[in-house]
């Protein structure tokens, strides 16, 4: 049986997603465990060669890891016929120029979203890697994630019946940095660095409620900068510019409402970082990224409301777990490895530079929104992301 090896640029694994996610928890994993298993019983290799800026931080992961292969330079990497696969996890700003010398040297594609800073740049980008006729992914990582594919689970089952709304709940007090030091980095809370909890949540946003109700047909979003002042990670004060909360009403699919608060700026009382409550007219669910609660028709409670009482009842308990049926792998590693079988089959990955394009649009028009005050739409039909 012939044995096939992937070559994997990978652009970017000196930050933390892209080292932890991507190299060692997906490519790494998949190469000490033998490889790729593919569908006819044999495995290909990966070959994994590592690109950035920095010689040193290069060498000490590659020496760390046992990886032969690493390199400052770009270009020479993207000449070589042996590495077929270009993966980005550059910051965004820098990830276009990076992404079309891919295109041009003819290399397959995989990137973190979003792919552009805008959708006009993220909307060329798709058409340019459809033109080339390039394999193509964009990562997509929540809907691999234990909680999400039980939603799935339930929703094609015919669980809800016909769904009706989803009420979203993410996030987390992220530290102001002066009395503590903040968890996430400075340039997030900066608009003029690409800073957001819009531009960097929405598009995931995007990605899950098309996975599993729908495209987003309009946005009505309130954004807010709620803490004014952060400390950066050198102990200067600067000027928070960017939204660090946003407040959102998505129209998905038929007709299902989705309400979605999204905030860096709030104490975390559920039993995930984010959760999603279905509500349908045959039964309910409560999942978050790992874990899911349902509640059918049958045994819902009667509850009636008296403001003179106490309200003794523990609704919680009226809920029943919904079991994993089955091992869930890391939801970055999955995707990868889905993505992986794909382009050695030689067939489309579902999660196209198209579907990225979709999610800076929703971010776009979300601000949009919140700076109008008032719904916006985001056009319709397959192109509409585009």
Not at 2 to 24: D, E, K, P, S, W
Not at 263 to 271: A, E, L, P
Not at 351 to 365: H, K, Q, T
Request: charge should be neutral; hydrophobic fraction near 40%; include cysteine.
């Amino acid at each position: 049986m012939t044995t096939q090896t992937i070559g994997i640029i990978l652009n970017g694994v000196t930050g933390r997603m892209g080292y932890r996610q991507h190299l060692v928890r997906s490519i790494l994993a998949i190469r000490d465990e033998g490889g790729l298993r593919l569908p006819d019983g044999s495995r290909a290799q990966l070959r994994p060669v590592l690109v950035g800026r920095s010689k040193d931080r290069l060498e000490q992961i590659a020496h760390r890891h046992g990886i032969a292969e690493y390199t400052t330079d770009l270009d020479a990497a993207l000449a070589d016929d042996g590495l077929h696969v270009y993966a980005d996890f550059l910051l965004t700003s820098a990830r276009v120029p990076a992404l079309r010398r891919a295109i041009a040297a003819g290399k397959a594609l995989y990137s973190e979203k979003p792919t552009a800073e805008t959708h006009a740049e993220a909307a060329d980008l798709a058409r340019e890697v459809e033109r080339a006729g390039l394999h193509n992914g964009v990562v997509h990582d929540k809907i691999y994630l234990p909680g999400l594919r039980k939603l799935k689970r339930l929703l094609d089952s015919g669980f809800f019946g016909r769904v009706l709304s989803v009420r979203g709940e993410f996030g987390y007090w992220v530290f102001e940095g002066d009395w503590q030091p903040a968890q996430r980095p400075s340039w997030n809370y900066r608009r003029e660095d690409g800073g957001g909890i819009v531009v960097d949540m929405f598009p995931h946003w995007s990605y899950v409620l098309e996975h599993l109700f729908g495209p987003v047909r309009t946005v009505y979003a309130h954004t807010a900068t709620h803490i004014p002042k952060r400390v950066d990670e050198q102990g200067r004060t600067y000027a928070a510019t960017a939204d660090d909360a946003a407040y959102a009403i998505f129209e998905v699919g038929r007709d299902v409402v989705v309400q979605m608060n999204s905030s860096w700026c709030v104490r975390v009382d559920r039993d995930e970082l984010v959760e999603f409550q279905v509500d349908g007219t045959r039964g309910s669910a409560v999942v978050g990224l790992f874990n899911g609660r349902v509640q059918s028709r049958e045994v819902t409670p009667r509850p009636v409301w008296n403001p003179d009482l106490a309200d003794a009842h523990d609704y919680r308990a009226d809920w029943a777990a919904v079991p994993d049926n089955g091992e869930f792998a890391n939801g970055f590693r999955a995707q990868w490895e889905e993505y992986l079988r794909d382009f050695a089959a030689g067939r489309p990955h579902r999660f196209d530079f198209a579907s990225a394009a979709r999610g800076v649009l929703l971010a776009e028009r979300a601000l949009e929104s919140a700076a109008a005050g008032r719904r916006v739409g985001l056009g319709e039909g397959p192109e509409a992301g585009r």
